[in-house]
C-alpha cells in the first residue's frame, strides 16, 4: 500500500491550495484518514481527520479556513486550504490507517505515511 500526496506549492497570503491524498494496492478499508504538517523547527501537529463515515476534527489554528473531505471509491483525501497564512509554511503529510483482506477475514489496522507535500505561503 502507499499514499501518494501532491498540490503544494508557493502561495501568496490570502490564496487557496487544494492537497490530494491517493492510497493504492490491497486495501479493504480506510477507517481513518488524517492530514498532519511540520513546519521548520517544529514538532509535527495534527491538522485534520475524516472517518470513513464523514465526520471531520480540526486544530485550532485552521478550523473555518481548511476543509478535509475524502472518496472513499476512490481511496482518495484532499484537504482544501483557504486564507491562507505565512504560519501554515509547513510540509504536508497524509496519513491512514487501513484493513487489508475483505469482510469475513480482514487484516489490521496498518498505519502508513505520505511522502510530505510542502506548502509555503509567502509574499
Known amino acids: 500500500v502507499q499514499l501518494q500526496a501532491s498540490g503544494g506549492g508557493l502561495v501568496q497570503p490570502g490564496r487557496s491550495l487544494r492537497l490530494s491524498c491517493a492510497a493504492s494496492?490491497?486495501?479493504?478499508?480506510?477507517?481513518?484518514m488524517r492530514w498532519y504538517r511540520q513546519a521548520p523547527g517544529k514538532q509535527r501537529e495534527l491538522v485534520a481527520s475524516i472517518t470513513r463515515s464523514g465526520a471531520t476534527t480540526y486544530a485550532d489554528s485552521v478550523k473555518g479556513r481548511f476543509t478535509i473531505s475524502r472518496d472513499n471509491a476512490k481511496n482518495t483525501m484532499y484537504l482544501q486550504l483557504n486564507s491562507l497564512e505565512p504560519e501554515d509554511t509547513a510540509v504536508y503529510y497524509c496519513?491512514?490507517?487501513?484493513?487489508?483482506?475483505?469482510?469475513?477475514?480482514?487484516?489490521?489496522?496498518?498505519?502508513?505515511w505520505g511522502q510530505g507535500t510542502l506548502v509555503t505561503v509567502s509574499s
Open positions: 494496492g490491497s486495501i479493504y478499508s480506510i477507517p481513518n
Open positions: 496519513n491512514v490507517q487501513y484493513y487489508t483482506g475483505n469482510w469475513y477475514a480482514r487484516s489490521g489496522p496498518y498505519d502508513i
